[in-house]
């Protein structure tokens, strides 16, 4: 057997420079059936096993360099853990704390992670953006009553989308040697969709930048109507947006697809049985985002996603039967004996 083509990435000097600079894979399940070229970027090999370790490290290097953040300082975030996950270990590199506000409804796994990286965890009940207990407003809360501390804000703090427009836009580029014709994925803070239209706009501006707008989030019909109007719901966790966060200012969005759970877990489950990818629902969702926009844009395009996070990090919840029958969704059959 010959051992497949690789070049090895140069050895790196800090555990920070391990994030970004992420694989893109072809995805032949959904190459086959958009017809055309579906390209997967692999950001759950980042270190934190998901997109949001390069929106920690821009926020954290961004508040350094403004003076905010001081040595012994403290990160508070709220989040629905990838990003803690992601503030986590930046702090734990650099030599900070962390504070962390997180809705109970989210993943077990990733409030084990967070408690094992030895950040502080505030667990409050999910709730509407409008009341003051939303994790967001209590960790704004938390932030300012703690000496020392900084509060991330990466749903308004733009040194989210800088990391998008500075290091996955240019990444994408250069991996597929500047032929793209479209990129499509969900948003949550939209920090991700924002700064790698931008980012690859820059570069050339007829790429598609599509959202894959999950139930229950109200983008899909601002961007198609003008209207900020949320229908249904959605289990996928990290994903599905009510506002027009500051991240989402002028992003250079031409298309929106609306995008049902029961759509993204037929992609998450092919690609872990056909191609061995164990992922989470919102790159489920990006995956059927990216197979609508490649029927679009016809057979000659290369259309790229974003895999967002390590499927590992659900097993109690997506690639749990109980979990899935209880949620009404369809069980994976290998997963029904
Ligand atoms: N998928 C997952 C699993 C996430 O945690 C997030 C971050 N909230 C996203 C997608 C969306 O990324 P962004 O915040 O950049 O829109």
């Known amino acids: 057997m010959t051992a497949p083509a690789r070049t090895a990435p140069k050895p790196r000097l800090s555990t920070l420079d391990l994030i970004g600079n992420t694989p893109l894979v072809l995805l032949k399940g959904p190459s086959e059936a958009a017809g055309c070229e579906i390209w997967g970027k692999c950001e759950f090999a980042n270190p934190g096993a998901s997109v949001k370790d390069r929106a920690a ?3 954290v290097r961004d508040a350094e360099e403004k003076g905010l953040l001081r040595p012994g300082g403290t990160i508070v975030e709220g989040t629905a853990g990838n990003t803690g996950i992601g503030c986590a270990l930046v702090a734990n590199a650099l030599g900070y704390k962390t504070v962390i506000v997180m809705p109970e409804t989210q993943s077990r796994e990733k409030m084990d992670t967070l408690r094992a990286l030895g950040a502080e965890l505030v667990l409050v009940p999910a709730a ?4 003051p207990g939303h ?21 308004d ?22 032929r793209i014709s479209g990129f499509t994925c969900a948003a949550g803070t939209g920090g991700t969709i924002a700064g790698v239209g931008m980012g690859l706009k820059a570069f050339d501006e007829s790429i598609t930048i599509a959202l894959a707008d999950p139930h229950g989030a109200a983008l ?4 198609a109507c003008g209207e900020l109007k949320a229908e249904g719901s959605s289990v996928a966790e990290g994903i599905g947006q009510g506002r027009i966060t500051a991240n989402l200012e002028g992003a250079p969005i031409d298309a929106q697809f609306r995008i049902s759970d029961q759509e993204g877990l037929v992609w998450v489950g092919r690609l872990l049985q056909e191609e061995g990818l164990c992922l ?3 790159s489920g969702i990006n995956v059927a985002g990216a197979v609508a926009l490649g029927r679009q844009l016809g057979p000659d395009a290369r259309v790229v996603t974003i895999l967002c996070d390590t499927g590992f ?14 949620k009404g969704l369809p069980v994976f059959p290998w997963l029904a004996q």
């Open 57 to 59: 490290l821009w926020i």
């Open 157 to 178: 703090n733009i040194a989210n989308r800088k990391a998008h427009i500075e290091s996955t836009a240019p990444e994408i580029w250069e991996q597929m040697d500047g």
């Open 128 to 131: 509407p953006f409008s009341n």
């Open 280 to 282: 989470g629902l919102s």
């Open 220 to 223: 899909y019909n601002y961007y």
């Open 313 to 326: 990090r659900y097993l109690s919840s997506l690639y749990n039967r109980e979990w899935l029958a209880a």
């Open 135 to 155: 994790f967001v407003h209590t960790s704004r809360r938390l932030a300012e009553e703690t000496e020392g501390a900084i509060w991330a804000n990466q749903f």
